[in-house]
Structures are given as C-alpha cells and as structure tokens.
C-alpha cells in the first residue's frame, strides 16, 4: 500500500509539473477568422440606404460583439451597386452566434425597420453571398494601412489548382511576401486562406493605400525588389496560383478601414 500510495503521488506530482509547464507555455497569437460577405443591391439609392444602415446600425451592434474594425468597401468603377463587407472574427463562436445576436439586439432591428423597410417586395439587398477566411500564421489579424479620404483597396485573390499547392503559396506569403510588401510600401489588411466557398482552394487578401499614387509606386518597387525577383524565380513555387482576380475597391463613409 505505501508503495502504491508512492506511485500515485508521483504520478499526480508529474502530472501537475506538466500540467504547469503547459500553462505556463507561451500560447501562440490567435488567428482571425475573416468573413467577406458580398452584398448585391438594385441601385445607387438602395447601396446608399444600406451604406448609411451599415454605419448607424449594424456597424455598432457588430462592434458590441466585438467584431471590428468592419470594412466596407465599394468598386471603384462604381459598374455596379455591391458592397464588399470584412468582419473580423476572434473566434468561430462568434462567427456562428453573430447573426443570431444582432437578430435579439432590440436597437439593430428597429434601425433596421425604420432605415431599410425590407419588405418581400422591396428588399434591402438582392442577394448576400460570404465567404470564411483563416488568417495566416504571419498576419494573424486584420489591420488598418490608411485612414486618408483618398485611401484605396485592392482584393486579390488567388485560386490553386489543388490544395498542396494552395499550402505552398500561403508559405511563400508566410516566409517571404508578408515581410517584403511592409517594406516596400504594399500595405496589408488581411491576408486569408479560404475555408468556405466556391472556386476554392485559394487565397483572399486586402492591400491599401494612402491614394493611388503610392499605390502604383509600392507596386514598383516591390515588383523590381531582389528579393521577389528571386522568390518568383524559386522552383519550389511555381504553378502554385492558377487563376489571379484582382478587384479595385473605395471604402464608403460606414468603413472603418
């Protein structure tokens, strides 16, 4: 019995000792989940109605969820009425709850009545479309590149041909791009690997700009920086991105980024 009593007071100081050592790791930075939702409207007025919907009611009932900064974005040709809108998650909780809560918030849904009418005839938007987002390692969280009234945005996006090779561009971000566009003036917001959506596997991220001057100059210099001639020359990455979109936005007035 004294034996036994050893052992398992052994046992449980080892356990304790590990369980210490664990706690007292330090935990790697948490990654964002980022959700892009593509809102569709049926004219300039409606995307206006909405935009101002945005700023004085969902904007703030996201915030006390503690999802921000929300970026909403318009294209900059204006070809049509869509809205780009970024919410930034801290969790998947909150990616799976946030609708059901603006749904119990009492000011959201009378903002809501009283600014969209929403009705089946008249909706506020045609359609939403979103999809979910895992930041990567080195660019864990969304940041904000400008607040200038001339800032722009680009979102690019870049579709693999299979998943391996998708893995293999995101560690050419991770190992390389990230760190050379802070230095050359290519300005990041986000930067994702895509869970959840069509024409996937591939890659979303936002870069911004004070205006499009110093866009087309950071473009430039990172395109004729060594570093890149060398990592676009690597083996090791190429036929890593079959398909590149690139979409030119403006934030409307409800941005927060």
């Not at 210490?20 to 935990?27: E, K």
């Not at 866009?215 to 079959?242: L, N």
Request: charged fraction near 25%; proline fraction near 6%.
């Amino acid at each position: 019995m004294k034996r036994r009593s050893f052992l398992a007071a052994g046992c449980l100081a080892a356990t304790t000792t590990i369980v210490r050592r664990i706690d007292a790791a330090p935990q790697p930075e948490q990654k964002q989940y980022l959700e892009l939702r593509h809102y569709e409207l049926a004219s300039l007025e409606k995307r206006n109605v909405f935009n101002t919907f945005m700023s004085k009611g969902m904007i703030p009932a996201l915030n006390s969820l503690h999802i921000a900064p929300v970026g909403v974005f318009r294209l900059a040709d204006n070809k049509n009425f869509s809205l780009r809108v970024l919410l930034p998650h801290n969790s998947m909780e909150s990616v799976t709850t946030a609708n059901t809560k603006l749904l119990l918030d009492p000011n959201y849904l009378r903002l809501r009545e009283e600014l969209l009418g929403d009705s089946k005839n008249d909706p506020a938007y045609l359609r939403m479309h979103s999809s979910l987002l895992l930041a990567f390692d080195l660019f864990p969280s969304v940041e904000i590149p400008s607040q200038k009234d001339t800032r722009v945005f680009q979102l690019r996006i870049y579709e693999s041909y299979n998943p391996p090779m998708a893995k293999r561009k995101i560690e050419m971000f991770n190992k390389g791009i990230i760190h050379l566009f802070r230095r050359t003036g290519v300005k990041p917001v986000f930067m994702g690997e895509c869970l959840i959506d069509q024409n996937m596997p591939r890659l979303s991220y936002m870069v911004g700009f004070d205006n499009t001057e110093v866009q087309k100059k950071a473009w430039d210099v990172f395109r004729q920086h060594p570093e890149w001639k060398t990592m676009q020359a690597d083996p090791y990455y190429s036929d890593t991105v079959s398909k590149i979109t690139n979409i030119e936005l403006r934030p409307t007035s409800a941005s927060q980024i």
